[in-house]
């Protein structure tokens, strides 16, 4: 009897994770679907960083493992550099070797993939916290699966997710969130704080950025829950439970610190290598009405600097967290609990300052507000207590034994699972929708086409000459096609960027702005000193140095640079400091040359 007992508990939380699991999936399935995306149309999920980043970070994992590049240094950003602190902030989550499974040709193929995987690991972690929540409120037994999987789908298909689903490293700190605070909640319950610990340390590791927005909020959490949770607990206990919970939170820093250190090195050499100018300014981002607008179905704005938080997760939420607070089941002060957090949340989201420390104190380039997902989660959070008040109290047990009434109970619920997935899904349209309209995503005709001009010639370069050298272009499908196709560059553009190697470059007169750089503008001068033994180009002639090797397709073709030295070469330095500061760049090269 036992055993059968423990086989059918094993059944429903098989079946109730696997649910939440799949309805989100399946739901961004749909969209996919309906929108024409691989592998149901030819439009790809490559746009703007997506497109331009993020795409070819994942296709470097694939050719790390079968090229001379590593997850530590690498030859094709840039020209060459740690690659340790890029890996840390856009590949670090665990599905992203998924890509290894896939040719360069299908990447398309990849991102689809790892995109509905996100959105479906969203649902089921939440799934597994406000499983959790509900055992304890009703002495042990599990939550019914259709009301979890109405939750969990409530915050797998919020409205940031789907507006940043092309920021995939992102959406970890999204699915690692309720399972953090599931362990914060366990060390409230007297738990030892492993679980804690750990998941703390894994979003911290799968992005640190999006894992320091949620360690903070955390914190709130955690003396939300301590302070207006149970009653009668003792000033000792309490004390107990603070510095248990901040000994694992360091312990957690510490786990991740192998990979957060090099990433801070990195970032010392870029964005961090400035200051940052921040002030606790009570400047305000928008107007405060917009910003209820955002609470409605269908609204997207931008994911420029001028966008509002998205942060819209169902009308059932919404209902539901209103009701949170007429609940007598629920306690005076945790209901002011919970609206001190969604309002120090929304003061954030209104003012400057605040904003920027969820930010690291950096402003952020676009993509406002990348901690909204916290005030999704709160809304969520509010309305599955309402629906743990309401489910286990005397009034549902006494349904349970009334089967009448009790069918009429699961067919309204179930009503109300497809009409919230229904509105989820219509918001999920709009989300995409209005990305599609504002800056387009790419098809998959494009991608092909510059695949099959370069990398046969990029992987003819590869087998004629294994040595150390650098490849130039003059076309491109993004600034980072070097780690595309798995060739030793001199353009990249990522956020782990190198000052030094950007001053350098403009210094000489080569093409860089902003975060990114390039081999543009380079010259037989440069390319000479700086090992450029090959070139891919589309607008022959080129200058008489370069040898055509190869012939592509569409007019492309592979030349050697006859001139080029070694990666490494010595020779009298006249001086180890020249001055590259001018504003005429053949000046600098001159001065370079002469260095």
């Known amino acids: 009897h036992k055993r059968m007992e423990k086989r059918k508990v094993l059944v429903l939380n098989v079946s109730l994770f696997l649910g939440a699991f799949a309805v989100p999936a399946f739901a961004m399935v749909f969209l996919l679907w309906q929108n024409g995306f691989y592998p149901f149309g030819d439009k790809t999920l490559f746009i703007m960083d997506m497109k331009d980043q993020y795409m070819e970070f994942y296709a470097y994992i694939r050719n790390a493992f079968s090229g001379d590049n590593s997850l530590f240094f690498s030859w094709s950003r840039s020209m ?89 490293m992102w959406l970890d700190g999204v699915i690692m969130l309720p399972l953090v605070l599931l362990g914060a909640e366990k060390l409230l319950d007297g738990k030892k704080g492993f679980h804690y610990m750990l998941a703390l340390a894994a979003a911290f590791v799968s992005n640190y950025y999006i894992g320091y927005m949620a360690g903070i909020f955390t914190g709130f959490y955690f003396f939300y829950r301590l302070l207006c949770g149970e009653t009668g607990k003792k000033v000792r206990q309490m004390l107990m439970y603070v510095l248990r919970f901040g000994i694992c939170t360091i312990l957690a820093m510490g786990l991740s610190a192998p990979l957060l250190l090099p990433a801070l090195k990195d970032l010392m050499q870029g964005k961090l290598s400035v200051e940052s100018g921040w002030q606790l300014s009570f400047e305000t981002n928008f107007q405060l009405s917009d910003f209820f607008g955002k609470l409605r179905n269908g609204v997207y704005d931008s994911v420029t600097d001028s966008g509002l938080p998205a942060v819209y997760c169902g009308i059932t939420a919404l209902v539901l967290a209103v009701v949170f607070f007429y609940l007598m089941g629920v306690t005076l002060r945790e209901k002011i609990g919970a609206a001190s957090l969604l309002i120090m949340l929304a003061l954030s989201f209104y003012y400057k300052g605040f904003n920027l420390v969820w930010h690291g104190f950096r402003p952020p380039v676009w993509f406002p507000y990348r901690y909204a997902f916290l005030f999704s989660f709160m809304i969520i959070y509010m309305a599955f207590r309402t629906a743990c008040a309401l489910g286990t109290g005397g009034t549902w047990e006494s349904l349970r034994k009334n ?193």
């Open 403 to 595: 089967r009448r009434a009790a069918v009429r109970v699961y067919a309204f619920v179930a009503m109300l699972f497809a009409v919230n997935l229904a509105d989820l899904t219509t918001n999920g349209q709009a989300m995409l929708t209005g990305l599609d309209g504002q800056f387009g995503y790419a098809g998959s005709e494009d991608y092909n086409s510059f695949i099959s001009r370069t990398k046969p010639l990029a992987d003819w370069i590869k087998r004629q000459d294994d040595g150390l050298y650098r490849v130039n272009t003059t076309y491109e499908y993004s600034k980072n096609d070097a780690m595309l196709l798995g060739f030793h560059g001199m353009t990249h553009y990522s956020s782990t960027y190198n000052t030094a190697v950007n001053r350098l470059t403009k210094s000489l007169g080569v093409a860089q702005s902003h975060i990114w750089n390039s081999g543009y503008g380079s010259n037989p001068l440069l390319d000479s000193l700086f090992a450029v033994s090959y070139k891919l180009s589309d607008r022959p002639p080129e200058p008489v140095c370069y040898e055509k090797t190869a012939e592509g397709v569409r007019g492309t073709a592979a030349y050697r640079n006859l001139l080029a030295l070694p990666m490494v070469y010595a020779a009298p330095a006249a001086t180890l400091e020249p001055d590259l500061e001018g504003t005429n760049p053949y000046d600098s090269q001159n001065a370079l040359l002469n260095a």
């Open 80 to 168: 060459g550099g740690n690659f340790l602190g890029l890996y840390a902030y856009y590949l670090a989550s665990p599905l992203s070797f998924l890509v290894c499974f896939f040719p360069v040709e299908r990447m398309d193929a990849a991102i689809v993939l790892l995109t509905v995987l996100k959105i479906g690991f969203g649902g089921l972690s939440f799934a597994v916290y406000g499983n959790y929540l509900w055992k304890r409120a009703a002495a042990g037994k599990p939550a019914p699966p259709l009301v979890v999987w109405l939750f969990s789908s409530c915050y797998a298909l919020i409205s940031y997710n789907l507006v940043y689903s092309m920021c995939l």
